[in-house]
Nanobody
Framework: QAPLVESGGGLVQTGGSLRLSCAAS????????MGWFRQAPGKDREFVAV????????FYADSVKGRFAISRDNAKNTVNLQMNSLKPEDTAVYHC?????????????????????WGQGTQVTVSS
């Protein structure tokens, strides 16, 4: 699996926006679904969003639906997470991850166990 590097995190006020990026190396990137997860202190890592390998199917956690948007650019080997209307409860370390299985057709039922490679994460802090 290709190594992943996240960027774009930072400190923002409630209602603000951030755009996270995840850069993947290797030509295999474009054949795999990509996901974003987050982990707040003292909590389990939770699913945020996923995008299919073609970019034609996306799925979001209920907590971010309507506020976050995931996208990918296979030519640049990047996946992005646009986060708007941020809330203090969005504060966490955000990780991108690569699907274990290439060319997966459906992404709606994917779980954390379906992802086999993870980035180190980028911190997002939303102040109230």
């Amino acid at each position: 699996q290709a190594p992943l590097v996240e960027s774009g995190g930072g400190l923002v006020q409630t209602g603000g926006s951030l755009r996270l990026s995840c850069a993947a190396s290797g030509r295999i990137f474009r054949s795999y679904a990509m996901g974003w997860f987050r982990q707040a202190p003292g909590k389990d890592r939770e699913f945020v969003a996923v995008i299919s390998w073609r970019g034609d199917r996306v799925f979001y956690a209920d907590s971010v639906k309507g506020r976050f948007a995931i996208s990918r650019d296979n030519a640049k080997n990047t996946v992005n997470l646009q986060m708007n209307s941020l809330k203090p409860e969005d504060t966490a370390v955000y990780h991108c991850a690569v699907d274990r299985e290439p060319n997966r057709l459906g992404v709606e039922a994917m779980s954390r166990l379906d992802f086999g490679s993870w980035g180190q994460g980028t911190q997002v802090t939303v102040s109230s």
